[in-house]
Nanobody, 117 residues
Framework: QVQPVESGGGLVQAGGSLTLSCSVSGGTFVGDDMVAWYRQAPGKEHEVIATITCDDGSRHYTDSMRGRFTIYRNYHENRAFLHMNGLKFEETADYYC?????????WGRGTQVTVSS
């Protein structure tokens, strides 16, 4: 079973940047794994940010995230990343990585991002 592990969260000032990392505990990304980043702000539904497919690197973004957020994968480090620019106070949330392998989707425990105004 795939176990994603997120890291890189923390405190950042509004307008700042942060890069989150997703790895697979005890394993590697393989084949057509799809990695997705989500977030859930306090009191709100979780929302998808972006996805990347490991085999061909194809990426998709939620329209509101396009331009400021970049999802990418580093094959050597066996990690997927989410780089975020121009963070806003209202983007304070728990950020999660999920990995879909075949018909199974596994979630990490999340990493907290706090944007100070």
């Amino acid at each position: 079973q795939v176990q994603p592990v997120e890291s890189g969260g923390g405190l950042v000032q509004a307008g700042g940047s942060l890069t989150l990392s997703c790895s697979v505990s005890g394993g590697t990304f393989v084949g057509d794994d799809m990695v997705a980043w989500y977030r859930q702000a306090p009191g709100k539904e979780h929302e998808v940010i972006a996805t990347i497919t490991c085999d061909d690197g194809s990426r998709h973004y939620t329209d509101s995230m396009r331009g400021r957020f970049t999802i990418y994968r580093n094959y050597h480090e066996n990690r997927a990343f989410l780089h975020m620019n121009g963070l806003k106070f209202e983007e304070t949330a728990d950020y999660y990585c999920s990995v879909r392998r075949g018909s199974v989707v596994c979630w990490g425990r999340g990493t907290q991002v706090t944007v100070s105004s």
